[in-house]
């Protein structure tokens, strides 16, 4: 049983963290509010600081917003950094700026310890059934020290590179998700303007080469008009900002991921930007005045 910290204790990373203290290891905990009572008692303990945490564990995981929070919990005051010791390993499985994390992995490689970038996809849905996918990025040793730990957390766990890969794949899948949701929104707000049942629609759809995970959850979402959030729309508006500020520097033209964050910061402006990535479809509905089905 390994020694292991967790910061960040959201709605994602409070059941990663779970599925560690539930496997046996002993566990230190530090998020921003209090610590979730659930988590607490038998091996895991609630630290003061960031800092407290790197002192303790041998391993130190975080899941955090974005990019400047990450800065903050590993190099600001009582961060990570301070309380780190030669050998120790940071992995972060936030998702932010792949050039960022090269920056900060050579800055916890210059106190002597490791750092791996481990992205996930798949939601508050993914985060409670360990089925995650996560996209590593950081040297071969490293991953497979940490892999078994990754196994408790995810199923489809790929070391993609080197540190920044793996967040250069999660902004790739952010691309991909929001192009689909985009897609099923306005197929069916298509079909519901046209006069088909959209429920029956997205059932024939299922069968074809149409049929997507995407289709499959969130086209049901929004039908059944369940927008609670499983991804925040804001936090897939960071994502595909760290997309078209890549493609800036890299001089690609993203058209369509553009597009897709437009129709996000329509969402945003009407507030909603804590709803589920799949309400993205109302801003289409504002457009079209008219909504894919009734609540």
Known sequence: MSKLGFIGLGIMGAPMAGHMIKAGHEVFLNTRRNVPADLLGGKSTACASAREVAEQADIIFLMLPDTPDVAAVLFGKNGVAEGLSQGKIVVDMSSISPMETKAFAQKINALGCDYLDAPVSGGEVG?????????????????????????????????????????????????????????????LLFASKAGADPAKVRQALMGGFAASRILEVHGERMIKRTFNPGFRIGLHQKDLSLALDGARALGVALPQTAGAAQLMQVCSANGMQDLDHSALVRALELMAAHEVAKA
């Open 127 to 187: 985060a409670k059934a360990a089925s995650l996918t996560i996209m590593v990025g950081g040297p071969q040793a490293v991953f497979e020290r940490v892999k078994p730990l990754f196994e408790l957390m995810g199923k489809n766990i790929t070391l993609v590179g080197g540190n920044g890969d793996g967040q250069t794949c999660k902004v790739a899948n952010q691309i991909i998700v929001a192009l689909n949701i985009a897609a099923v929104g306005e197929a």
